[in-house]
């Protein structure tokens, strides 16, 4: 295989396990916060109750945080898969456009939701954070579509 295009595909994969991880580590989290998982439990994210601390200067109820949270779950739950085929099917730029086009473009929505949601929650710690991540997944998806691979 072009190591060009091997790079590529191990990028969009990396992004696909990382993704993946971050998805489960807030699944944990949902399930302890549901009793599912005992407290002891260590693969958690704690993002539940950082959701509840970046809200309560607005008294969100916990039903919207619980909500806000679902829904950024099932978003990167979407990505990582999303990834997963991007990187599966990723034979060079050409083969698998699409694929890569709607991973990142899922991604980025989601970081870009964040920095949103950083602003409007008076947030600023969590921006730099959420605006690396957008960052790194724009350099990613350049790197993706503009290397040479001949």
Request: a neutral charge; one cysteine or more; proline letters at 2%.
């Amino acid at each position: 295989m072009n190591p060009v295009i091997f790079l590529k595909r191990l990028l969009l994969l990396l992004w696909a396990v990382w993704l993946s991880i971050v998805f489960l580590s807030n699944l944990a989290d949902a399930a302890k916060e549901l009793g599912l998982l005992d407290a002891s439990w260590a693969f958690a994210s704690g993002n539940g109750k950082f959701i509840q601390e970046t809200t309560a200067r607005y008294g969100t109820p916990a039903a919207v945080n619980t909500f806000l949270f679902a829904g950024v779950i099932l978003w990167e739950g979407i990505a990582a898969v999303l990834f997963w085929r991007a990187g599966w099917s990723f034979r060079g730029r050409s083969t698998a456009r699409k694929a890569v086009y709607l991973a990142f473009t899922t991604s980025l929505l989601l970081w870009g939701a964040f920095l949103i949601a950083d602003e409007v929650c008076i947030a600023y710690p969590l921006e730099s954070t959420h605006l690396r991540l957008f960052i790194a997944h724009l350099a990613t998806l350049l790197a993706v579509d503009l290397l040479a691979e001949g």
